[in-house]
């Protein structure tokens, strides 16, 4: 059989009804409101804009726990359709081609009253065709994504309308099996949503502990002069010189990271008799210059395997040979609120900042006896090691999530 997907529960056969999105769906005329048109907290009419379709936004939209602004006083739009529960929300526009179409359904308005806003599409199943729940994943599939990829228009900007409706399809099953579909994808959205909850958590509890621990630390005081020597990143390197090569730290890996992750590396080349200053086990690594104050001094500490790896030329890198500072302690020092704070006058500049270095080496810090570090270090790495546990758990359930939506609809 043709029209079949394929992945299916069992007990569930013959062929799905292969309908046209602009048959299947009605659509209804929506506002232009700005964000400036829109505040949260107040209890007037909700208005779905476009930017949290991208961002923000699960594909089921439940009003008991989803946050949607409001309409400013003096802006109610003269003309409306409020959304009903099934009803769909596509975004009409993106810079990316897999995000023209993206879509969410709202599955649980909550009684509230909602409409549909600046670039938006905004359907509903009149036939009755489809359960509440199922066509914000329907939508969502591979099936349907690589059709909109082949119709959107434009050249920087994508974007599609209600007429390219009529040259897309997608497939309908029975409703007893809609339902199997759209519970086993939305317990599956529900765990991604806790997941994140827990990351959050975790993110919380281990910044509270790690500032919590240096606001009464105790210890002799020192500069990074006192302990180490700094080095620069990369420096007289072009364009072409990226891409191959040898490995290098990225500004955002020193930037996102407590620990430098080895999976994040890009290459540059290095002729043999180069002389660049390479990275090595236990450096501690800051970003130097950035568009914010707040960026400027972030810093990583590497532990990975000793190799020719060199440095971001936004980065600078402090290598210790004095052996009164443990990597490990530094990597969550050097995160403490009360360490960024000190940082924050050592940056300067106005378009862009700079991080006076020769001040930062300067910069006086109690540092605590070897075996306090090492209980500081070790608390905080199992809170990271556990975070780093539970982000991956949800990459998996994403991934999950992604091969279910291409296999599963037609």
Known sequence: MGNVPHLRFPKFSGEWEICKVSELLDFYS??????EQLEYGEKAMMNLHYGLIHVGLPTMVDLRRDKLPNVKEGNMPKNFEL???????????????????????LFNLD???????????????????????????AFSSS???????????????????????????VGIPSKAEQTKIATLLRLIDERI??????????QSLIKGLNDNIHKGIKGETVCFSD????????????????????????????????????????????????????VQYGDALFTLSSETPEEVGIGAVYLGNTQKLYLNSFCF???????????????????????????????????RFNLQKNDFMKMKFLLPSLEKQGHIANTLDALHCRLANEKSLTEQYILLKKYLLSLMFI
């Open 143 to 169: 099936a349907f994504h690589n059709q909109i990829r082949r119709i959107a228009q434009g050249t920087k900007i994508y974007s599609i309308s209600t007429k390219n409706f009529s040259e897309c399809y």
């Open 227 to 278: 302990l180490g020597e700094a080095y620069s990143g990369l420096s007289g390197k072009g364009g072409d010189d990226f891409g191959y090569g040898e490995p290098f730290i990225t500004y955002m890996n020193v930037y996102q990271n407590t620990y430098i992750s080895e999976k994040d590396y890009e290459l540059v080349q290095i002729a043999p008799n180069e002389k660049q200053n390479s």
């Open 30 to 35: 929506t506002n232009s409101l700005s964000w």
């Open 317 to 351: 890198g402090i290598h210790f040979y004095d052996e009164r500072v443990l990597p490990q302690y530094l990597a969550h020092f050097i995160s403490s609120s009360s360490f960024r704070r000190a940082i924050y006058p050592l940056a300067q500049g106005s378009t």
């Open 193 to 202: 949503a806790t997941q994140n909850k827990i990351i959050e958590k975790l």
């Open 111 to 137: 009684n509230k009253d909602i409409v549909c806003g600046l670039h938006t599409i905004h359907g509903r199943d009149n036939k009755n065709k489809t359960i509440v729940g199922f066509k914000g994943y």
């Open 83 to 105: 959304c009903k529960e099934g009803d769909v929300a596509f975004a009409d526009a993106s810079e990316d081609t897999n995000e023209v179409a993206k879509v969410i359904e």
